[in-house]
């Protein structure tokens, strides 16, 4: 069957995260204790308020037909608000915000509205995973500037202008960073605005759905600086920073004509996002803040812990990420060891190693446009990952 299959599907790389989660669920239908950490899942529940909302929403009985495509007015004003007061985008209205089935949603709008055949999109790397897939699904060609342990994984604006071609239709960056943890600083985005100011007709898209998740205590939106409102296309959602994965409700913020082609699309495809889930969403943003704050304090004690374990294991080299909820280290230090079995070649190796070996799940920085490197989640209690460092050390020092 696969000759009836497209070329598109066939060329299309299966995300390297959800493909890490299967294996381990696999195993674990084996009976196998897998200490899951290659998901970016919050494994904290919904807030109460939140799930009340929806339950509400249930009761009330006014939400179980069709949607706006674009999603409820009133969540929709509530996030232009959120983004004015908190994100100091001035410029956002109801009519810039498009409600999704997610963030990665969003994406794929963005991008099957923008790109046409042949279309480069420069991704400051190291990247989210489908960033590149959809791109490509698209018509356009990914254009990677990376940045690397030494400078934390933050490309610079330099890079930025050295790949910029008549070409580059857009240009993409996700702070907090997934995969990486870091953060852009006012100033590094200001740098990044001054080389895009310098074209007509490449937009910026700035992933923001770690936003929550931030210990610098200084988040900065690209679209809030000068003259870059209509050169951004800012992209949030729900996910990260209200514990809401399963919901699946993401947003955008993009000058009018982006906004209304990503409606128009979004019209053909899947219509509006569930009406119980956009409820919930709307008392998030606009309900007690506090369980997001706990979880934001937690992860940042579980970032401390794990940097302290990680120092532990002797070849493990890594930075400090600054938010979202990952590690990134460096693994080359194992490339060519073995313990008697099986040797370790590539950062993909030493993934199978470690599932194999200490039954923990990582994803292999290959996917991420860092091919030393490995991306381990600490969305998971202290005591797994405590657990699970042990186990990673003691089976690294098995390799010789």
């Known amino acids: ?32 204790n897998i200490i899951s950490l290659s998901l970016g899942e919050p494994d904290f529940k919904t807030p109460q308020h939140i799930q009340q909302a929806a339950k509400d929403a249930i009761d009330e009985g006014k939400y179980f037909s069709y949607p706006p495509v ?16 908190e994100n100091r985008i001035a410029e956002a209205k109801a009519e810039n915000i498009v409600v999704s089935t997610g963030a990665k949603h969003s994406i794929a709008n963005i991008f099957m509205c923008i790109v046409n055949e ?84 490449i937009v910026v898209i700035a992933d923001e759905i770690y936003e929550k998740i931030n210990f610098t205590g200084a988040h900065a939106s690209i679209a809030s600086f000068p003259g870059m409102f209509e050169r951004t296309i800012t992209v949030n959602g729900f ?27 979004q019209g053909q495809f899947t219509s509006g996002g569930t009406g119980i889930a ?44 600054e938010g979202a909820f990952y590690f990134f280290p460096d693994v080359t230090a194992f490339f060519g ?14 993934c199978l190693y470690i599932l194999k070996e200490a039954h923990v799940s990582l994803v292999t920085g290959e996917a991420f446009g860092a091919p030393n490197c490995v991306r381990l989640s600490y969305a998971a209690s202290e005591e797994e990952l405590k657990e699970a460092l042990k186990n990673i050390k003691e089976a690294v020092l098995k390799l010789k």
């Open 1 to 32: 069957m696969n000759a009836i299959l497209s070329d598109r599907i066939n060329a299309m790389e299966e995300s390297a995260t959800l493909a890490m989660a299967k294996k381990a669920r696999e195993l674990k239908s084996q009976g196998i």
């Open 70 to 85: 674009a999603g409820y007015q009133d969540l929709r004003e509530a996030i232009a608000a959120k983004l004015r007061t």
């Open 118 to 201: 042949g279309d480069e999109v420069v991704i400051f790397s190291p990247y989210w995973v489908s960033y590149s897939e959809i791109i490509k699904l698209a018509g356009g060609v990914p254009v990677l500037i990376e940045g690397t342990l030494e400078n934390n994984f933050k490309a610079t604006a330099q890079q930025l202008e050295e790949a910029i071609t008549e070409k580059t239709k857009a240009v993409i960056y996700s702070s907090p960073c997934n995969p990486t943890g870091s953060v852009f600083s006012k100033e590094e985005l200001e740098a990044i605005a001054e080389v895009v100011k310098k074209r007509d007709n």
């Open 239 to 265: 996910s990260k920073g209200y514990a809401m994965t399963g919901w699946r409700v993401g947003y955008i913020c993009a000058p009018v004509a982006i906004a209304k082609a990503c409606e128009k699309l």
């Open 278 to 321: 956009q409820r919930a969403a709307l008392a998030g943003i606009v309900g007690d803040q506090a369980p997001t704050k706990e979880m934001e304090a937690a992860y940042l004690k579980r970032r401390d812990l794990v940097l302290d374990l990680l120092r532990d294991i002797p070849g493990i080299k890594t930075h400090v990420p």
């Open 337 to 350: 060891k073995t313990d008697g079995e099986m040797t370790i070649g590539t950062a993909d190796d030493f």
